[in-house]
């Protein structure tokens, strides 16, 4: 069984600021960095730290070779991975004095995917394999159809939420990772156990992981329900948290380990990547999870 993820890939430039600034304020940041982002991309990343050989697909721009590098540093098969002219994706993103964060998107090559793309990334995986999707690239109804088409499992993290995931065949997709307000937007529920219920009822076959941010994380499928809490550390910087709980969770899937052990690790996992800077560089090597709960 393969992993395939495509998604997206963006340069975060991340700004250290007192407070997110406010419409019509003009407000001097402390720090600014240049990370390498992106949900796709942190997702996978997080998979490979976690011990999972995945496969990375979609584009970058003439700008995107620190991408490549990353990748063959931490054992990403970036075999799938195309340069195309024009701008790699990026996002602005301020983090605040309390480690919140604020992000802008500019979708440059993530938003340029075409159909032959697509099909011809597609061609090297087959049924069983799983295909793991975010909503920052475009082409993500057809990815869905042609995945499933194949018997591939798709896995879901419908972020950022907007109107095209409606687009989105929903039903074809075997497993969630979410958090409440995307759970909110697909059910139209506001409290997250009825959001989790709702989703149950709406994708019986599904299974489904609701992160609630610092009240933990919540996994549903079928009649069964866990709950795991986060585990309190003083964070600097929350951007990739839920991808590295995503990348994690979907590790602990793939090497057979039981729910609630899963959900354990990969809020661990989060926990350790809010105490660093950036997205990518954040995300912790799999020893350092396990070494950390050891010492619980
Ligand atoms: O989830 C965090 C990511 O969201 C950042 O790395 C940024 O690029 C945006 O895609």
Not at 43 to 59: E, I, T
Not at 137 to 154: E, T, W
Not at 178 to 184: I, K, M, Q, R, T
Not at 234 to 242: K, R
């Amino acid at each position: 069984m393969k992993v395939l993820n495509i998604g997206s890939m963006n340069l975060d430039h991340v700004y250290n600021v007192d407070h997110i600034v406010q419409p019509g304020e003009t407000e001097a940041s402390e720090d600014m960095n240049v990370f390498l982002g992106g949900k796709g991309i942190n997702q996978s990343m997080a998979l490979a730290k976690a011990g999972v050989q995945v496969y990375h697909g979609g584009l970058i721009g003439e700008d995107g070779q620190p991408f490549l590098d990353a990748c063959k540093e931490y054992g990403v098969n970036a075999d799938h991975i195309k340069m195309i002219k024009g701008k790699t994706g990026h996002a602005i993103i301020q983090v605040d004095k309390n480690a919140q964060n604020c992000i802008l998107l500019y979708g440059g090559a993530n938003q340029k995917l075409t159909e032959s793309y697509v099909d011809e990334v597609l061609s090297s995986f087959e049924s069983g394999d799983i295909l793991l999707l975010q909503n920052e690239v475009n082409q993500l109804p057809y990815i869905v159809d042609r995945a499933y088409a194949k018997g591939m499992q798709v896995a879901l993290n419908p972020s950022p939420f907007n109107e095209k995931l409606k687009e989105v065949d929903l039903k074809k997709v075997s497993i969630f990772l979410l958090n409440e307000v995307e759970g909110g937007q697909i059910t139209g529920m506001t409290d997250p156990d009825d959001v989790l219920e709702k989703m149950r009822e709406m994708f019986p076959h599904a299974k489904i992981v609701l992160t609630l941010g610092k009240d933990g994380a919540k996994y549903a499928e079928g009649d069964v329900t866990y709950y795991q809490p986060v585990f309190k550390v003083q964070a600097v910087d929350t951007t990739a948290a839920g991808d590295t709980f995503t990348g994690y969770f979907l590790a602990g899937l793939i090497d057979g380990m039981d729910i609630p052990d899963i959900l354990k690790m990969s809020a661990k996992a989060s926990s350790i990547a809010v105490t660093r800077n950036g997205a990518v560089q954040s995300i912790p090597l799999k020893e350092e999870v396990m070494e950390a709960l050891k010492e619980l």
